[in-house]
């Protein structure tokens, strides 16, 4: 069986996990999950890419450079305010632009 992007929000904090998402949905899901998780009053935003790996000669491009890439751009600067990147993940502080909403978010909301 496929995997497919989830998302788990404790109130708090929200993770998306973007296994077994292509790389234009990652980038989709990820400026969403931003956007709505700091709309929502949540502090953080953790976002799993895995360990992908790049052919650096071949240029092929991966979820995480894809990522990197976002992060990079100031795509996401609406709603992060810092960010702390591992190997697998990446941690996003945002900047809360609503007030604390009780209900979670789920992966439809993106």
Do not use: C, F, Y
Request: hydrophobic share 40%; proline share 2%; glycine share 10%.
């Amino acid at each position: 069986m496929l995997r497919r992007p989830t998302l788990t929000d404790d109130g708090r904090a929200v993770t998306l996990d973007l296994h077994g998402a292509r790389i234009a949905e990652a980038e989709h899901l990820a400026r969403r999950a931003a956007q709505e998780a700091s709309g929502a009053g949540r502090s953080t935003l953790r976002i799993v890419h895995g360990a992908s790996t790049t052919d650096w000669d071949g240029g092929n491009r991966t979820v995480k450079t894809a990522l990197l890439d976002l992060l990079d751009s100031g795509a996401l600067d609406a709603w992060v305010a810092s960010e702390h990147l591992t190997e697998g993940a990446m941690l996003l502080g945002l900047s809360a632009s609503g007030a604390p909403d009780r209900r979670r978010l789920t992966i439809g909301d993106l």
